[in-house]
């Protein structure tokens, strides 16, 4: 059986919070524009973990069938980017993150909590 859009969200979900990704929004922005679903956004307390968080991501997306697009950011590990069509990964150190404020600039989406998908 193939998964829905919304399952794989929360694959990617719970595949943050195992390495414990910090303030993980969901962000359905389906109805404001074509670029994707889901905006995920988490943010990890240092380089090694940002960098962790985006390889279980990976781990746990590709066994499900689901390839990376594209992924963006993962040697500075500032601001990661992983890119699978319906669903855009930001993972972010607290820095970039308040400062980018992608909450802010996506919030015509509709704001989800992880439990809803």
Known sequence: MTKTVKELAKIAIT???????EDIHVIDISGISTL????????GTNK???QTLADHVEEALGREGLPLKQVEGYDT???ILMD????????FDKENRLFYDLDRIWRDGKLISPEEL
């Open 48 to 50: 090694s973990q940002i």
């Open 84 to 91: 699978y069509r319906d669903i855009v990964i930001h993972i």
């Open 77 to 79: 590990a500032s601001w």
């Open 15 to 21: 595949a943050l919070e195992a390495k414990k990704a």
């Open 36 to 43: 994707a679903d889901y905006f995920i956004i988490a943010n």
